[in-house]
């Protein structure tokens, strides 16, 4: 297996201005499961991109089989066997599975009709083949993510490509679906796919990967055997840092009077007599699968959800069925998971996104905005959260998610709030933005505001967490300190399982 | 960074076409002054923009319900019944206006509320609620006159359609008036901001403590209100009672607006674009009055010349 089926030679890509890869070469194996890592802007995209036939190389040579070959477009890519799992989906709601899995290189018979029951039998095999079960002709608008992602996986596999790029697959799955997925890819690399493995999550790519290529700036910075693999490593050729540095030192924390109080909340099919409680300073993690009332809690505590029993107070004032705008006044900021879908207005600036939530604080009687106090509160908070724009009136669609969710933090900061809810607080951001957002949690949580935290990311809810609360089922059947959490309990915990 | 500027200059391009509509205005009227030697004069531009000011006080409506996300089709069928019932409830007696004023607010009111239940609370599509309201305000309206109206309107309101301030007319005058004040509210208020907030990302808006649902059904009722305002206008203007007043105005203000860059989807635009775009479509027609274009071919230029400006503002916007 040591036939390396797929060689990038000295590619060179340069952008007016900035060089995105600068005499890189990849080389994969035939039938390995190869990672390729780098912080944001490294040029892993622009590298996957060269592959999967969207941009042309300056220089360099792509060489498939021992030939060199032109990827002129992604059909190109396609014929040629090369099949790309991108990290969005692109799959089309309104149609079925099938669909969508056949979408352009329909089966079709006589008179053009579509052979659909073939079509449906193909995916049936394959996906048995593979361990999962799809449904054909079910919607794509009524599966989820991690059944989504299989479709789309079932479409690259119909080209039989011997390469399969997987782009942050695992970026929206939850920790069971991602074991489905990893036993997927180890399937096809027994039948000699050659995976090319994209992701920001070390821990997985230590467990998944037989070689690991590391990019850092636009260079190759190394590759590393499986018997090399050690995240530490990982972590110093990325960013030349070293793991403690990720998650500030919280052992020291010393929690302050009781901020948040939820008592007995349960909605009928959702939650279930949940309690817990949030002091000044603290950072309590809500963990579990997804989908087991984590969210449901928080949006409840947010004044999102309308709840009949049980009771939230906030500093010791018991929050009535309000809605979201009293919640804000209350002290209550909520960051969502969803920045592009329900976070940022992208068509406006940093300023205008940044003042969003405290329009009534900074206007007169009237309505009539105090512009200048705006644009000082909001450059205070840009240079303390640094965050990297050429100026304040940047549109928020044009900045990075590291910068997208410090402007979001930017928001809820901006009504000095007493609990903040962070939902997923560094989803698809690259691990140098992530320190510094790491930090800033740190940092609020000595200024006395009260976290709660909700995160898929089991290393970032045990690196944060002062306390962590898993959830199963709508109830929280765990918790644990931050002394006793490991990986495992909570895992044990997540899955219902209890123990002594 | 080289993404930035670029990203950036789209950006500006973006409000740079009103700039451009602006030029072409320039053009348009420079060239009227070459082909009909003598013919352009201030008072011309004047009268033009009396013209124009009953469909440019419909567009700022219209804006702002496009900016909020929506669309408003009943505001010709505003028009129409608002000038009915502003001749049968002012009897051409200056002395019943007050009276004939507040039946035509209620009326602006009434449709601008069904919009805003419509489309808020029964989830029906703007579009078609809107629709709807224009079918059955029309039906009202034939019924009502039984396909006859007759009738002149007050004095008070002929000088408001017809009289001067300092040789500006007055409607020039409230025209642009409202659009200063919606630029106002737009720029500088949290009104505004709330606005562009909901159309840009309802959902965002509504998760920032923006209540949403008030603020569009704020844009329907305010979109009303403006459709009676130049129903006034008209109404005093043209001193009659007509079943055809509503013209186009749904659509003609849909372009106004759209030509003036704000965006059919919401969330961006300003004012001063829409007044202009509601100058050029008057200006348009009026010139091709005066080159002696029959009612058909003018149509056909129209629809010409409007695609032909948005065609060239969608060319210098790609780069």
Redesign the interface.
């Known amino acids: 297996m040591e036939y390396e089926y797929l060689q990038l030679l000295h590619i060179t890509k340069k952008f007016p201005g900035v060089t995105a890869l600068d005499d890189v070469s990849v080389s994969v194996r035939q039938g390995e499961i190869h990672a390729l890592v780098g912080e944001n802007g490294a040029g892993k995209s622009t590298l996957m991109n060269i592959l999967g036939g969207n941009l042309q190389p300056d220089q360099g040579e792509i060489r498939l089989d021992g030939q060199s070959v032109r990827i002129t477009s992604p059909i190109d890519a396609f014929q040629k066997g090369i099949g790309f799992v991108h990290q969005e989906s692109n799959l089309l709601e309104n149609l079925s599975v099938y669909e969508n899995v056949f979408l352009g290189r329909e089966r079709v018979g006589a008179l053009g009709r579509t052979r659909r029951r073939e079509m449906c039998q193909e995916i049936l095999s394959s996906s048995q083949r593979l361990g999962y079960a799809l449904e054909p002709e079910k919607p794509v608008s009524e599966l989820n993510l991690a059944q989504r992602q299989s479709v789309e996986i079932t479409r690259a596999l119909l080209g039989k490509p011997r390469i399969l790029i997987l782009d942050e697959p695992t970026a929206a799955l939850a920790e069971d679906e991602v074991e489905r997925l990893f036993k997927i890819v180890r399937g096809l690399r027994q039948e000699g796919v050659s995976i090319l493995y994209i992701s920001h999550r070390l821990d997985e790519i230590i467990e998944l990967a037989d070689r690991v290529t590391v990019l850092k700036d636009g260079k190759l910075a190394g590759v590393l055997e499986r018997e090399e693999l050690d995240k530490d490593k990982l972590v110093r050729m990325m960013v030349g840092r070293v793991i403690q540095d990720i998650y500030p030192d919280r052992s020291q924390v010393q929690p302050g009077r009781e901020l948040l109080k939820v008592d007995q909340l349960t909605i009928p099919g959702r939650l279930d007599q949940v309690s817990f409680t949030l002091r000044a300073g603290e950072i309590v993690g809500l963990g579990g699968l997804e989908g087991q009332g984590q969210r449901t809690v928080a949006r409840a505590v947010f004044g999102d959800l309308r709840f009949t029993q049980g009771q939230i107070t906030v500093e010791n004032a018991v929050l009535k069925s309000g809605g979201i705008a009293e919640r804000i006044r209350g002290g209550v900021a909520y960051v969502t998971h969803d920045r592009r879908g329900e976070g940022l207005v992208p068509h406006q600036s940093i300023r205008k996104n940044g003042s969003l939530a405290t329009l009534e604080r900074l206007s007169n009687s009237i309505g009539w905005m105090r512009e200048g106090r705006e644009r000082r509160e909001i450059q205070e908070h840009m240079d303390s959260l640094q965050i990297k724009a050429s100026s304040m009136e940047q549109l928020a669609s044009h900045l990075s998610g590291g910068n997208q969710q410090k402007v979001m933090l930017t928001r809820w900061l901006m009504i000095h709030p007493k609990v903040l809810i962070i939902d997923e607080p560094t989803k698809g951001i690259d691990i140098g933005a992530r320190m510094s957002i790491y930090q800033i949690i740190h940092q609020l949580t000595q200024a006395g505001i009260g976290i709660l935290m909700l995160t898929s990311d089991m290393v970032e809810l045990i690196g944060l967490s002062d306390r962590t609360l898993i959830f199963y089922e709508g109830r929280i059947v765990r918790e644990l300190a931050r002394d006793e959490v490991t990986e495992e309990r909570i895992m044990k915990a997540a899955s219902g399982i209890t123990e002594g | 960074?080289?993404?930035?500027s670029l990203?950036?200059r789209a950006?500006r391009l973006h409000s740079l076409q009103p700039l451009i509509l602006l030029a072409i205005i320039l053009v348009m009227i420079l060239a009227q002054s070459i082909l009909v030697p003598g013919s352009l004069t201030l008072d011309q531009l004047l009268i033009i923009s009396r013209q124009a000011s009953a469909l440019g006080i419909i567009a700022l409506g219209q804006a702002v319900v496009i900016l909020v996300g929506g669309i408003d089709l009943s505001v010709g069928t505003t028009v129409m019944m608002v000038n009915i019932f502003c001749i049968t409830g002012m009897q051409a007696s200056n002395s019943r206006v007050p009276a004939g004023l507040l039946l035509c607010l209620g009326i602006g009111l009434m449709i601008g509320a069904a919009n805003a239940v419509g489309v808020l609370f029964l989830n029906i599509a703007p579009f078609v609620m809107t629709l709807c309201t224009t079918t059955i305000c029309q039906g009202i309206c034939y019924v009502y006159t039984q396909g006859a109206p007759t009738g002149s309107a007050a004095p008070f309101i002929r000088a408001v359609g017809t009289g001067r301030l300092l040789g500006v007319p007055y409607s020039t005058v409230i025209w642009l008036g409202l659009a200063a004040l919606l630029w106002a509210v737009l720029r500088?208020?949290?009104?505004g901001?709330?606005l562009?907030?909901v159309g840009?990302?309802p959902?965002?808006?509504?998760?920032?403590?923006?209540?949403n649902r008030k603020l569009i059904a704020g844009a329907y009722i305010f979109s009303a209100l403006m459709a009676t305002a130049a129903g006034l206008i008209l109404t005093g203007y043209h001193n009659i009672a007509s079943l055809t007043l509503e013209g186009d105005y749904a659509m003609n203000s849909l372009a106004a607006a759209l030509i003036g860059g704000n965006a059919i989807e919401g969330?961006?635009g300003g004012v001063w674009g829409v007044v202009l775009g509601s100058f050029f479509m008057m200006l348009l027609m009026a010139m091709l009055t005066m080159l002696g274009i029959s009612q058909v071919g003018k149509l056909i230029t129209q629809g010409c010349i409007i695609l032909a400006v948005v065609a060239v503002q969608q060319l210098l916007k790609r780069d």
């Open positions: 960074m080289r993404h930035n990203l950036q950006g500088f208020t949290t009104l901001r709330k562009y907030a840009g990302n959902k965002a808006a509504r998760l920032s403590g923006i209540s969330g961006r």
